[in-house]
């Protein structure tokens, strides 16, 4: 063999000539001083190139940009972003004040409610307000929990007897709820009353109240024909909320029969106690805790389904109506701080517009 | 999984890298290793992938080169890298950015054939699908990279002498 030339050297060292070729080359090497050396030089080029191409990989940061500069897409700029942020200020602005109207409205339900079981007051009230909610479970304690409110708040102490009283009937005369509902109604409303004025009086007054106040005074002056505002379809049952010309929420649930049957919302299985959530914080209200160990039912805004007594024209409270459609399969339930009048003018239109 | 789907798996990092190399420019790369899948997407048969996708490539690299602005810009980022304009930055950084200044200049140096056949071959390319993309006879493959990897390391190994000096110059 003749003395291969580099070509063949890189070729023999890539892996690339033919078995016969290979085998030639390899026994010339071995024997030729001059091309084991030319081999070893070769070697040392492949591997050197093979170094020098890999740092061309090295992209130091800052010498050779990468990266370059895009147009960059419409909804990166600062303005959009700008507008963006704006938008999802003025939508949490936005839940939150409508949370804030729900709360007005549950919070009032809360006077009706047997159940509550919500923050306690920053006050002294809150100290008593879990033992009071214990206490409570056990109906033969509700006078204990009573003088604890007694002592705790003292504002709320002349009226909430009675009240107490009627859940306590209404926790051991369970069927019976209807109509200690309806009791509860009307002492609901007298418990709220002194409430209220003792709010008025108190300075830390907490805004929740603020807003259950202005609420309940915009209702003197109701326009019936209130205008449906929003439909909650995504929770079970399905609710729907009016607002009146005066700015009062009124919310129309609607039931399925397995539903209302489900939750008990039937005169022959009646509603366990609800707890009543979003009632206000700081306010008094909470310490009128009365929820029976066994009422674990979520929903805060089903409304009670019994109707308060007829209201005197200048007091105004939480009512509620309740009836069924035509075949009986769904029981619509509206409440409101409006007089059952109006409620009763409400739903005629409901069931017109369902018709 | 579509045969361009395939294609691109199989061959787009290696793709990407020999036209980094090539190019010196990341983004520029990937643009025309997209372009060649895009071609391939219109190709009815191919006969070697690897060479044919190599091949189509490198020649759009030469179609683009001829596009001014892009020339300039790589021209400018190697004029920076002349003016020793590296941003502050560690030892080994620093360090490791004027080797990869040096590697820049000693393949820009080569002839474009030498160049590219050494790039498809660290891509792992045989002889007969570099002499296929290049256009090549299979003989001329092994003289090829033989020229490429001897001229690139003597040039490179220039190159780190004339940097040494200036550097000893600029120290004394």
């Known amino acids: 063999m003749q003395h291969p030339d580099e070509g063949m050297i890189h070729t023999w060292l890539d892996g690339e000539l033919s078995p016969d070729e290979s085998a030639a080359f390899q026994e010339h090497i071995s024997t030729c001083r001059q091309c084991a050396d030319a081999v070893a030089e070769a070697r040392g080029f492949v591997a050197g190139s093979s170094r020098i191409v890999s740092a061309l990989d090295i992209v130091p940061a800052g010498v050779i940009p990468v990266v370059k500069p895009r147009q960059r897409a419409w909804y990166s700029s600062a303005q959009f972003r700008a507008a963006a942020a704006v938008l999802v200020v003025a939508g949490a602005s936005l839940l939150v004040f409508r949370n804030e109207d729900q709360k007005g409205g549950t919070v009032m339900q809360g006077a009706g409610a047997v159940a509550e079981k919500s923050v306690p007051a920053p006050t002294s009230v809150a100290a008593s307000a879990p033992q009071a909610g214990e206490d409570a479970n056990r109906p033969g304690l509700a006078a204990g929990a009573n003088s604890d409110l007694a002592v705790a708040a003292p504002m709320a102490a002349s009226k909430p007897v009675p009240d107490i009283a009627a859940r306590k009937d ?177 739903k005629a239109s409901i069931q017109k517009t369902k018709q | 999984m579509s045969d361009v789907e395939r294609l691109f798996r199989t061959y787009n990092e290696q793709l990407v890298r020999y036209l980094t190399r090539r190019l010196g420019d990341r983004d520029w790369a990937e643009e025309v290793a997209q372009e060649t899948f895009i071609r391939a997407l219109r190709q009815d048969t191919i006969v070697n992938e690897r060479a044919w996708l190599f091949a189509v490539a490198t020649n759009l690299v030469r179609d683009e080169a001829r596009k001014d602005a892009r020339r300039r810009r790589h021209l400018s980022l190697l004029a920076e890298e002349e003016k020793g304009n590296v941003v502050e930055s560690e030892q080994t950084t620093l360090e490791r950015a004027q080797e990869a200044a040096l590697a820049r200049k000693a393949i820009d140096a080569l002839a474009e054939r030498d160049r590219l056949a050494l790039l498809m071959r660290e891509e792992g390319l045989d002889y007969s699908e570099i002499a296929e993309a290049l256009e090549l006879s299979p003989g001329s493959v092994g003289t090829t990279l033989s020229r490429a990897r001897r001229r690139l390391v003597e040039s490179y190994e220039e190159l780190q002498r004339e940097r040494e000096a200036r550097e000893k110059n600029a120290a004394s």
Request: no cysteine.
């Open chain 1, 170 to 346: 209404a926790l051991t005369r369970p069927r019976d709820e209807f109509a200690g509902r309806g009791v509860k109604g009307g002492t609901a409303r007298g418990v709220e009353e002194p409430q209220r004025a003792g709010f008025a009086e108190a300075t830390a007054q907490s805004r929740a109240s603020d807003a259950v106040a202005t609420n309940i005074a915009a209702t003197g002056a109701i326009q019936p024909e209130p205008k449906l505002v929003r439909v909650d379809s995504s929770k079970t049952p399905k609710q729907s909320f009016y607002a009146t010309s005066s700015g009062a929420t009124l919310v129309l649930t609607e039931l399925e029969a397995p539903d209302f049957a489900a939750r008990g919302v039937t005169e022959a299985a009646p509603a366990p106690a609800r707890k009543t959530m979003g009632a206000p914080r700081n306010a008094p209200t909470t310490t009128r805790v009365m929820s029976p160990p066994s009422a674990p039912v979520p929903d805060p805004m089903i409304p009670f389904p019994t109707a308060a007594p007829a209201q005197s024209a200048a007091k105004v409270t939480i009512n509620t109506i309740t009836w069924f459609d035509a075949t009986g399969s769904r029981r619509y339930v509206l409440t409101g701080p409006v007089t059952v009048a109006e409620l009763e003018a409400l």
